[in-house]
């Protein structure tokens, strides 16, 4: 019988593991082929359904510019519509606005003649007060003051 010897054990132990070792990098190998793969497999999908989303974002893109110019004649047109409106109101102004203040004038000069004329015919129920600058003069003081005005 032949004995075996310390080398042989030794070449023996390290041809196992090594078979061992080369079946776990196989069956990595093997997992990492699968897992490339399906890698492949979704980039390509990814590629074909993300090629039409960009086209149709292109186009909301250019649909949104073109709307936005519109918006910015609209705004423009709306400016100049105000700038009229306010010049045509300032030459309104300046064109009746004098004039009717003065009509307005007139016709409360003419109502507080009336008045004063139907209230001479009629005794008056309250004493009458003048303004004088801010201040309030009773009829009193204002009949002497007439009065001395009248004298001097």
């Known amino acids: 019988m032949h004995t075996v010897s310390g080398g042989e054990v030794a070449g023996i132990l390290v041809a196992v593991f090594w078979a061992i070792l080369v079946s776990f990098l196989a069956v990595a190998l ?29 186009a909301a893109v250019r649909s949104a510019q073109t709307q936005i110019d ?27 606005g004098g004039p009717l203040v003065k009509v307005a004038a007139f016709g409360y000069g003419v109502r507080r003649a009336i008045a004063g004329r139907k209230e001479d015919d009629v005794p008056a129920k309250a004493s009458r007060r003048t303004v004088i600058v801010g201040r309030t003069v009773p009829a009193a003081r204002r009949t002497k003051r007439n009065l001395r005005g009248k004298r001097d």
Request: aromatic residues 2%.
């Open 30 to 58: 093997a997992r990492l082929a699968q897992t490339l793969r399906a890698t492949t497999k979704l980039v390509a999908d990814v590629t074909d359904q993300a090629v039409p989303l960009l086209a149709d974002a292109s």
């Open 70 to 96: 519109r918006v910015d004649a609209i705004a423009s047109d709306v400016q100049e519509v105000t700038s009229n409106a306010s010049a045509l109101s300032t030459t309104v102004a300046s064109t009746f």
